[in-house]
C-alpha cells in the first residue's frame, strides 16, 4: 500500500527566503506526483505536476524534483512572500492502476511566511 | 480559465439524513473523481468515474456512498444516511484525456459536510 510522507510538517521562514518542502513515497512504481497548494478552509490548486519519467518541473518560483527510485520529491519555493503561506501536498498516483486513477497524499506541510 | 465548481459550499444536516454533493467538472473531462478530508486528517480517496460507471473505489465507499452522472455537466455524491463521521470537506476533481495528456486532476473548493 502505497505512504507518503511529508516533512516538515510546519515551517516558519521570514520573507525572501529559499525553502525545501520534501516528500517521500514508499512504493516508487508511480505514475506522475503532484504538488498542490491548499488555503485554510479552501480547495487544492495543482501547482505543478511530474511525470514518472521527468526529473524535474518549473513554474515561476516553484521547482519540483523528482527521484523516483528512492521515492522522493521536493519542492523548491525560492524568494519566499507571505502569499505563499499555505499548506503544501504532496500526491502520487500510482503506476500499477489505470493511468486515470487515484491520488495517494501526504498529510501536508504546513508554511507560515512572515514579513 | 475553466474549474471545476461545487454546490453547496457547507451542508449541516442530521444524523440518519440523505445528502446530495453536487460538482460540475471542467466541460471537456472525462474522468471524475471524489475525495474527503476530515478535519487535520490527510485527503483520502473515495472513487472515481469514468465512461458512466464506476472505475475505482476505496473502503470507505460503502453501501452508503453512490455516484452518478445525472446529465451532460454534473457529478454527485450521495450519502443514504449520514453518520457523525462522515463530516468532512468532500472534493470534486476531474482530469481529461487529450492526446499527450498529463492525467493532472483539477479540484473543486469543496463542500464541507457537517453532520449532527
Known amino acids: 500500500k502505497q505512504e507518503v510522507t511529508q516533512i516538515p510538517a510546519a515551517l516558519s521562514v521570514p520573507e525572501g527566503e529559499n525553502l525545501v518542502l520534501n516528500c517521500s513515497f514508499t512504493d516508487s512504481a508511480i505514475y506522475n506526483l503532484q504538488w498542490f497548494r491548499q488555503d485554510p478552509g479552501k480547495g487544492l490548486t495543482s501547482l505543478l505536476l511530474i511525470q514518472s519519467s521527468q526529473r524535474e518541473q518549473t513554474s515561476g518560483r516553484l521547482n519540483a524534483s523528482l527521484d523516483k527510485s528512492s521515492g522522493r520529491s521536493t519542492l523548491y519555493i525560492a524568494a519566499s512572500q507571505p502569499g505563499d503561506s499555505a499548506t503544501y501536498l504532496c500526491a502520487v498516483r500510482h503506476a500499477g492502476g489505470t493511468s486515470y486513477g487515484k491520488l495517494t497524499f501526504g498529510q501536508g506541510t504546513i508554511l507560515t511566511v512572515h514579513p | 480559465e475553466p474549474e471545476v465548481t461545487q454546490t453547496p459550499s457547507h451542508q449541516v444536516t442530521q444524523m440518519g439524513q440523505e445528502v446530495i454533493l453536487r460538482c460540475v467538472p471542467i466541460s471537456n473531462h472525462l474522468y471524475f473523481y471524489w475525495y474527503r478530508q476530515i478535519l487535520g486528517q490527510k485527503v483520502e480517496f473515495l472513487v472515481s468515474f469514468y465512461n458512466n460507471e464506476i472505475s475505482e473505489k476505496s473502503e470507505i465507499f460503502d453501501d452508503q456512498f453512490s455516484v452518478e452522472r445525472p446529465d451532460g455537466s454534473n457529478f454527485t455524491l450521495k450519502i443514504r444516511s449520514t453518520k457523525l463521521e462522515d463530516s468532512a470537506m468532500y472534493f470534486c476533481?476531474?482530469?481529461?484525456?487529450?492526446?499527450?495528456?498529463?492525467?493532472?486532476?483539477?479540484f473543486g473548493p469543496g463542500t464541507r459536510l457537517t453532520v449532527t
Open positions: 476533481a476531474s482530469s481529461d484525456r487529450a492526446s499527450g495528456s498529463s492525467y493532472e486532476q483539477y
